[in-house]
C-alpha cells in the first residue's frame, strides 16, 4: 500500500511498482521464463521504484503480490512464484491461494502514462488476464464490488457496539 514520490516524483502503489519492474524484465528478455527476486529490486532500482528508507518494494515482490503465497496481509495476484526467490508475472489459468482476490494487474489511472503499453502488451502475453477466474470475483470490474471497503472511515474513531450504544440511550 506504501506510495512512492522518489526520484521519479511520481507517486503510485508498490504492487504496481513492482508490475511494471517485472513486466519490463519480461518485455526484455522475452525468452526469459522467470526471475529472481534479486533482479526484480534491481530493475525497480532502476526505474526508480524503489526508496531507500523503506523496503515496501522488496516485500511486495516477494509476497504480497505473488498469487500461490498465502496472502500475509497483501492479497493480490500480480506474481506467479514459478521456484523459490523466482517470479514472474501472473497469467490466467495459474492456481493461487485462497483468500487472493486483490488486483491482477495496475489500472491504467493510477501509473505513469509512460508504463501503459505494459498493460497493452500484457493482454496478448498473460491470456488476458486481466478479468479474474470465474472463481474469484473481479472486484475492479463490478461497480458494487468496488464499493467493499468504502465508509470504512466512519467507524475510525468509534467502535460499532459504542454507536449502537449512543443510539439507544433513552429506550425503555
Given at each position: ?22 513486466a ?17 529490486v ?86 488476458g ?44
Amino acid at each position: 500500500m506504501t506510495m512512492l514520490a522518489a526520484e521519479t516524483g511520481v507517486r503510485f502503489f508498490a504492487a504496481d511498482r513492482v508490475w511494471i519492474a517485472v513486466a519490463l524484465l519480461h518485455k526484455e528478455n522475452p525468452n526469459r521464463p522467470d526471475f529472481s527476486e534479486a533482479e526484480i529490486v534491481d530493475r525497480g532500482k532502476r526505474e526508480g521504484f524503489v526508496e531507500k528508507k523503506s523496503n515496501a518494494f522488496a516485500v511486495h515482490a516477494n509476497q504480497h503480490c505473488v498469487a500461490n503465497r498465502v496472502p500475509n496481509p497483501g492479497n493480490h495476484r500480480m506474481l506467479f512464484e514459478t521456484q523459490k526467490g523466482r517470479r514472474r508475472l501472473y497469467r490466467a489459468g495459474d492456481p493461487f491461494m485462497p483468500g487472493r482476490s486483490g488486483k491482477l494487474i495496475p489500472r491504467r489511472e493510477d501509473i505513469p502514462s509512460k508504463y501503459h503499453y505494459l498493460l497493452d502488451w500484457y493482454q496478448k502475453w498473460g491470456g488476458g488476464s486481466s478479468a479474474a477466474p470465474s472463481s474469484e470475483p473481479d472486484f475492479d470490474a463490478d461497480p458494487l464490488l468496488r464499493l467493499r471497503g468504502s465508509g470504512r472511515e466512519i467507524w475510525k474513531h468509534e467502535h460499532a457496539d459504542e454507536f449502537v450504544r449512543r443510539l439507544r440511550e433513552g429506550w425503555e
